[in-house]
T-cell receptor, first 117, second 118 residues
């Protein structure tokens, strides 16, 4: 079965601190896709990144960076110099074939990030 | 700014009412999705439409009835709901270009409809 674990339920940091959100996944599929979404209090899920299982290059986008490590089945997300606007719930998600051969999307339980001014 | 719009933003309905949620996207996407999200939980997939045909129904009760009139529009008809159906209902769309498996494309979400069933 496929699974996404976001062990950090809530994190609080002071503005300008760096913060890393952890994501560990499980799947038997060899071709899969990983995503991060941001959900601010308004409710809309905002797409941040999509990564396929064959692309292990780390990615940086402004203050955001992602570390994909297949060896440890992790896809961690780091925010550098955090800002109050980064306060939100962040979801990691996995899209892969389940044992029945159906493509499934599995979301982690989310990490609530609070950035304190 | 999101290119997936949802109406209404908020909806309060009684258990005997019939109402509809609407979703529209103008990105030329061919796959559209309904999700249900309870407070402090991740979104749960309900339905997937691909090229205007229902391709996935995640064993959703029949009191929820989806409809896809065209590739840009997705409706969710609600009838005889229960208080436990109160949640945020999110619509999403994706390219479904055929290059990757369905549900492997990036999904773009709308702002959601907050539904309260009394």
């Amino acid at each position: 079965a496929q699974k996404v674990t976001q062990a950090q339920t809530e994190i609080s940091v002071v503005e300008k601190e760096d913060v890393t959100l952890d994501c560990v996944y499980e799947t038997r599929d060899t071709t899969y896709y990983l995503f991060w979404y941001k959900q601010p209090p308004s409710g809309e899920l905002v797409f941040l990144i999509r990564r396929n299982s064959f692309d292990e290059q780390n990615e940086i986008s402004g203050r955001y960076s992602w570390n994909f490590q297949k060896s440890t089945s992790s896809f961690n997300f780091t925010i550098t110099a955090s800002q109050v606007v980064d306060s939100a719930v962040y979801f990691c998600a996995l899209s892969a074939l389940d044992p029945g051969g159906y493509q499934k999307v599995t979301f982690g339980t989310g990490t609530k990030l609070q950035v304190i001014p | 700014d999101t290119e997936v719009t949802q109406t209404p933003k908020h909806l309060v309905m009684g258990m005997t009412n019939k109402k509809s949620l609407k979703c529209e996207q103008h990105m030329g996407h061919r796959a559209m999705y309904w999700y249900k999200q309870k407070a402090k939980k991740p979104p749960e997939l309900m339905f997937v439409y691909s090229y205007e045909k229902l391709s996935i129904n995640e064993s959703v009760p029949s009191r929820f009835s989806p409809e896809c009139p065209n590739s840009s529009l997705l409706n969710l008809h609600l009838h005889a709901l229960q208080p436990e159906d109160s949640a945020l209902y999110l619509c999403a769309s994706s390219q479904d270009s055929g290059d990757v498996r369905e549900l492997a494309d990036t999904q773009y979400f709308g702002p959601g409809t907050r539904l309260t069933v009394l």
